[in-house]
């Protein structure tokens, strides 16, 4: 009997960070996110923000290792990206960026695709990607496309 195939959908994203409280602060005072209530317990050992359908989670590297029953590198060869409907609107999280001392790998230009963007780093390395695509949209509910 053959299984069913999966459903087109993420759950969670995870992310292994060298250090949680730095991590947090990051994604709550730079991008100005808002973490989900947990207990102390769970704050202790892990940040979850809800996205839109999924959630999004921070959590130590050495507990990650350790789930995976053996050595994890941090964050590496992969990107996230973060879309909005202007150049502006990029050019105006950049200078928020600057604000808050945010690694710049890329400042923002037009790209080979016909967008604009640039490239930031988190604390553990994590890459962001900040981007106009003029062939798309962000929509309200903040989807893609």
Do not use: C
């Not at 602060?25 to 947990?38: H, I, K, L, S, V």
């Not at 600057?98 to 037009?110: L, Q, Y």
Request: aromatic share 16%; net charge negative.
């Amino acid at each position: 009997m053959a299984s069913s195939p999966l459903d087109q959908r993420l759950s969670i994203i995870t992310i292994a960070v060298h250090d949680l409280d730095e991590s947090r602060r990051f994604y709550n005072e730079a991008f100005g996110w808002t973490p989900d209530e947990a207990s102390e317990e769970e704050a202790a050992n892990i940040a979850f923000y809800s996205m839109n359908g999924f959630k999004f989670a921070l959590f130590p590297l050495a507990k990650f290792a350790e789930e995976h029953d053996g050595e994890v590198s941090a964050p590496g060869g992969f990107t996230l990206a973060y879309n909005v409907n202007t150049e502006t609107e990029v050019d105006d999280l950049f200078a928020r960026f600057a604000e808050h001392d945010v690694t710049i790998v890329k400042a923002p230009e037009k790209v080979f695709w016909g967008g604009y963007s640039g490239y930031i780093a988190g604390p553990s390395g994590e890459q962001w990607e900040i981007a106009y695509n003029p062939f798309t949209t962000v929509n309200p509910d903040g989807t893609f496309g």
